[in-house]
Nanobody, 126 residues
Framework: QGVLVESGGGSVQPGGSLRLSCAAP????????MGWFRQAPGEEREGVAS???????DYADSGKGRFNIFKENAKNKMYLQMNDGRPEATAMYSC????????????????????WGQGTQVTVSS
């Protein structure tokens, strides 16, 4: 288990793009579930995307077709490419990681994560 560090947040106009990064130096990314979550003010935290050790990705309906989660295992890094930004995507985005226990990649979407970063703010506004 290690410290996760997010970067890449910022402000973007509607329709714009951002790439969030998650550095996980203490995580063996090859055999771990990893995910992105977000929390807007006054709202509960929600899952955005997850990726399993084989690269299987799952997305919330809000991001399908616009978001892309991927990893660079050699660098122990995970990314979230956000395209066609919408104001409702404004939130604090956090990455999370934990060991993958089954061969079913969908586990990574539903599991409880125990390792979290501090978050990076994303604001989509004109």
């Amino acid at each position: 288990q290690g410290v996760l560090v997010e970067s890449g947040g910022g402000s973007v106009q509607p329709g714009g793009s951002l790439r969030l990064s998650c550095a996980a130096p203490g995580v063996t990314a090859v055999s771990w579930c990893m995910g992105w979550f977000r929390q807007a003010p006054g709202e509960e935290r929600e899952g955005v995307a997850s990726i399993d050790s084989n690269g299987r990705a799952d997305y919330a309906d809000s991001g399908k077709g616009r978001f892309n989660i991927f990893k660079e295992n050699a660098k122990n890094k995970m990314y979230l490419q956000m395209n066609d930004g919408r104001p409702e995507a404004t939130a604090m985005y956090s990455c999370a990681a934990d060991a993958q226990w089954t061969a079913n990649g969908l586990e990574c979407w539903f599991r409880t994560y125990n390792n979290w970063g501090q978050g990076t703010q994303v604001t989509v506004s004109s």
